[in-house]
């Protein structure tokens, strides 16, 4: 069992930032490649970046060039910096493996126009 304690979400207006964090349980490097992801009222969670155990990132296109993935091995943290916010990343954002196991609470992310 692996648990994800996300933190970091909040109110911004457009073109804002945030930095989302999400402490692990257990050793990130039992746990491979993580993922951030999003959920929309309705409907199921999507990857928007994942990141391999080498550090290596990857992004879907809308939030390439905005969002930043790093991992803190020696912490179990994952943290997401999301710069130039729109209103269309409004949602929960969760950690989790990819695939995904059990849910964490997530942090809710709101961008104001």
């Known amino acids: 069992q692996v648990q994800f304690v996300e933190s970091g979400g909040g109110t911004v207006q457009s073109g804002g930032s945030l930095r989302l964090s999400c402490v692990t349980s257990r050793s990130l490097d039992t746990l491979g490649v993580m993922g951030w992801w999003r959920q929309d009222p309705g409907r199921q969670p999507e990857v928007v970046a994942s990141?391999?155990?080498?550090?290596?990132?990857y992004y879907v296109d809308f939030v390439k060039g905005r969002f930043n993935f790093t991992r803190d091995n020696a912490k179990n943290t994952l943290y997401l910096q999301m710069n130039n916010l729109k209103p269309e990343d409004t949602a929960v954002y969760y950690c989790?493996?990819?695939?995904?196991?059990?849910w964490g609470h997530g942090t809710q992310v709101t961008v104001a126009s």
């Open positions: 989790n493996t990819i695939p995904h196991r059990d």
């Open positions: 990141i391999t155990t080498l550090g290596v990132a």
